[in-house]
């Protein structure tokens, strides 16, 4: 009888380690917006994939008087540990997955500045 307790026990356990990881993906998709500038955006959920987000910056004006997106941006895959979030470019030749610090509570994640060197970290707010 032993035996199926703790085979019932490590099923359960594992069971509640799968339902938190959905959650926390659930409760991320939507559009964030970085709270110190509101240009960067963050959308979780990107075309319905569970692990990818795409990043888009705003526009800056060219020397040539043209409008183009501010680089970098594009769509990430990405995995949450503990307190850390891996980030994998989708366009980069590169298989490294830098780790940066993420936290997330309710409507504010705050992370490692995996986008430019202005700060070591960022916080972004959902909007959508």
């Not at 069971?15 to 659930?26: E, H, M, N, R, V």
């Not at 917006?33 to 987000?53: A, E, L, M, P, Y």
């Not at 490692?112 to 972004?124: E, K, V």
Request: proline fraction near 4%; glycine fraction near 8%; aromatic fraction near 14%.
């Amino acid at each position: 009888m032993k035996p199926y307790l703790i085979l019932f026990a490590i099923l359960l356990i594992g069971c509640g380690i799968s339902c938190k990881k959905d959650s926390l993906t659930s409760d991320l998709k939507g559009q964030w917006v970085r709270v110190d500038n509101r240009n960067d955006t963050v959308t979780f959920g990107f075309k319905d994939q569970v692990d990818w987000f795409e990043l888009f910056r705003g526009y800056q004006l060219g020397d040539d008087g043209i409008l183009r997106p501010k680089i970098p941006l594009g769509i990430y895959e990405y995995k949450i540990k503990d307190n850390s979030i891996l980030i994998h470019w989708s366009a980069s030749s590169s298989s490294t997955w830098p780790e940066y610090y993420f936290s997330f509570q309710g409507s504010e994640i705050e992370m490692g500045n995996f986008i430019d060197n202005t700060n070591p970290r960022i916080i972004l707010e959902k909007v959508k």
